[in-house]
């Protein structure tokens, strides 16, 4: 008899968005069956691999990140420009330097930067802004306007600031990145309470937040399971918007990527260890449903992007 490999079906589908202007645009999301499972359902879009760039020099960043990136990271417009050299799908632009316990960049200084690394490269942009609720809010709406027409991914909105950025968002023709806390109610409730403000659901990236291998990744992976199963299996139309996983911000700043070889030597060399470990973490976030990763090493990306390949 032969073997009847058993299906499961899906009533949803995830939502297909649209990043970028011009000829280089990228589109996420449009699966109708869990990861990879082509047996299932189909999916028309691979998902995304972004490169940071910030608006300040990465001072903080572990040597073997800042070194892959060394030369480059002398300006946010030679950064994004070599991030798209190295085969970026995007550029994800964090506005670290805006943060009050850094440079405490102003709104206008930000926009101009985001203004300048946009006209600078053909790829689509991401702009983060640096995580204080309230600079953000400044920041970002700033920030929308003067990249208007380019058609970005803006983020993050939060419980505390969400209305103020998706209305820059909106009003600027922009997709917003919606972060929760690591709780399937809560990225649900974000995504409702964005939607009753008049921001369309299929717009709306969803940040459910995420971990480092051996750092909770596991927890990650059960929100973002029961996320697409949600969105997938129960049909919720709250739950079908893309899944963006910013990685790189975690996993730098573990002690497997920064601990140098003479204090761990049974952890093997330190530059292929911390490399591994993005990329390991990035395979996990794709296999549990994410539709765009934000990383920080080009050689960890392209090991994600050759794992994103082979499971095409």
């Known amino acids: 008899m032969a073997l009847v490999v058993p299906k499961e ?6 939502y297909e968005v649209q990043l970028g202007s011009g000829a280089k645009t990228v589109t996420i999301g449009g699966a109708n069956a869990l990861p990879f499972l082509g047996f299932e359902g189909t999916f028309p879009h691979k998902p995304a691999v972004a490169l940071e760039v910030m608006d300040i020099a990465p001072e903080d960043w572990p040597e073997t ?3 892959a990136v060394s030369g480059a990271s002398a300006s946010p417009v030679q950064w994004a420009k070599f991030c798209q050299e190295q085969g970026a799908d995007m550029v994800a632009l964090r506005l670290i330097g805006t943060h009050p316990d ?5 709104a206008e200084d930000a926009a101009k930067t985001a203004a300048e690394v946009a006209a600078a490269v053909d790829i689509p942009l991401v702009i983060l802004g640096s995580g204080h609720v309230e600079k953000d809010t400044q920041v970002l709406q700033a920030v929308a306007a003067a990249v208007r027409g380019k058609n970005c991914a803006i983020g993050k909105a939060v419980e505390e600031n969400y209305k103020t950025v998706a209305a820059a968002a909106m009003a600027n023709d922009h997709k917003l990145i919606a972060m929760s806390q690591l ?3 809560l990225a649900k409730q974000l995504n409702i309470l964005l939607s009753q403000m008049g921001f369309a659901k299929e717009r709306i990236i969803m940040d459910p937040m995420s971990s ?3 750092y909770g990744m596991e927890y990650t992976y059960s929100v973002m399971e029961r996320i697409r ?3 997938l299996l129960q049909n919720d139309p709250m739950m079908q918007t893309p899944i963006i996983c910013d990685i790189g911000l975690n996993v730098w700043k573990v002690k497997e990527t920064i601990a140098p070889d003479a204090e ?3 952890w093997g060399g330190l530059a292929d260890r ?3 470990w993005e990329a390991i973490t990035a395979s996990g976030m794709l296999t549990a449903g994410a539709d765009m990763l934000i990383m920080r090493h080009p050689g960890a990306m392209a090991k994600a992007k050759e794992l994103i390949a082979d499971l095409m």
């Open 9 to 14: 079906s899906y009533s949803g589908k995830i």
């Open 229 to 231: 199963q949600a969105a």
């Open 212 to 214: 480092a291998l051996g």
């Open 183 to 185: 709780d399937v109610n």
């Open 274 to 276: 911390a490399l591994a």
């Open 102 to 106: 850094q440079k405490n960049r102003s």
């Open 65 to 67: 990140v800042k070194k």
């Open 264 to 266: 761990m030597p049974e």
